[in-house]
């Protein structure tokens, strides 16, 4: 780990114009690391353009920094960072043509080391928090601004720290970044509680067609939901935490269609020797064991039935 975060403090120190770009459907931890990341180089003297191909969610609009995403990246780079991103497809095309990342910075189990360099480690609660231990051996300052947006990445990638993977770390981790001034409860509240009143017509739709089947306990959301409740987004309004709640239930999934041939489908395991990372890599997915996703090809009854039935398989349920 030393050798590798002495290359990339020189990579970034040679570099003067430099591009991060992280995945589709943004998450909290995707989007915090961006911009936790992207400020500090920039504090460093650094050219930096942020880029999310989907744009950048309301709900994350609050973060020091977001007014600086974009949806398209111009000009040409020294340096391509991806950051909470396992394989360069899951960039949504953001990656500029024929480039190979120079840097690749995640902690999901299935990422590939598609990058240049690569820093991946599944140890980590969240990349946020893989930045939060690295970004002072690389020589980048964690001001009140990018604590904040390091906080956002754990607050989200826990659940408010309520996952398995909430070590003593990240615990450490949150406590320094509140000592530099960060309002903890107004990000998770922002994060974590607060939806719009389109995101909340949304969950009605998906709770309405709520089944359970063989230790399975799942809804889908379509095209006509989403346009019928005014939400934007393309993802479920993290719909899946409150699926992922329902007791006496071994995994939980959303599919949300995505178009007339693509479905996004989300799986968490809700108890300890369910691997959904593994069922996600059958669709050509990935995550974490607790918690995977894969966007499907086909229309949402045909993923609908083969994820189920795949699902059920590895679940040992006939």
Known sequence: MTDLNTAIREKLQAAHRILILSHIRPDGDAIGSMLALGLALQDAGKQVQMVLSDGLPAAFKHLPGAEQIRTQAEGEFDLVITVDCSDAARTGGSLPAGRRPDLVIDHHITTEAFGSLNLIDPSAAATASLLTRVLPAWGLTITPSIAANLMTGLVTDTLGFRTSSTTPEVLRQAADLLELGVDMSALYFRSLVRRTFAAARYWGAGLSRLQRSNGIVYTSLTLADRQASGYSGRDDADLITVVSSIDESEV??????????????????????????????????????????????????EVQERVLRLTQRALNHP
């Open 252 to 301: 939980a999934i959303i599919f949300v269609e995505q178009d007339s041939e693509h479905v996004k489908v989300s799986w968490r395991g809700l108890k300890p020797y369910v691997d959904v990372a593994q069922i996600a890599r059958q669709f050509g997915g990935g995550g974490h064991r607790a918690a995977a996703g894969a966007e499907v090809r086909g229309s949402l009854a």
